[in-house]
Nanobody
Framework: VQLQASGGGLVQAGGSLRLSCAVSGRAFGGYSVGWFRQAPGNARKWVAAIDLRDVTTIYADSVEGRFTISADNAGNIVYLQMDSLKREDTAVYYC?????????????????WGQGTQVTVSS
């Protein structure tokens, strides 16, 4: 199972970015995909997750209403649409896969991780 994140960049506050996470692997059925972020000097934190079986989604309070997680029909790409970006959204963003929906907020339960993609929001 492999995940590859992309789409980061530099954007002004109030702007938008869309991150993509390409997922592959025969054993991927039943997994959920989450996005995490790590700001400089801070611990990595969970941001959002999607259940690829029924596209149920869930968000951290800090991004609720501004970020949208989705997946293509085949479940091969998971997106994180980020709108109304704030400076505090600046971080390295990671996508990862977890085998059970009930663990989506538990970082230690994620089995597979993609490399990070940098998002920088300027004022």
């Amino acid at each position: 199972v492999q995940l590859q994140a992309s789409g980061g960049g530099l954007v002004q506050a109030g702007g938008s970015l869309r991150l993509s996470c390409a997922v592959s692997g025969r054993a991927f059925g039943g997994y959920s995909v989450g996005w995490f972020r790590q700001a400089p000097g801070n611990a990595r934190k969970w941001v959002a997750a999607i259940d690829l079986r029924d596209v149920t989604t869930i968000y951290a309070d800090s991004v609720e209403g501004r970020f949208t997680i989705s997946a293509d029909n085949a479940g091969n790409i998971v997106y994180l649409q980020m709108d109304s970006l704030k400076r505090e959204d600046t971080a390295v963003y990671y996508c990862a896969a977890v085998p059970e929906w009930r663990w989506v907020k538990v970082q230690s339960k994620y089995r597979y991780w993609g490399q990070g993609t940098q998002v920088t929001v300027s004022s």
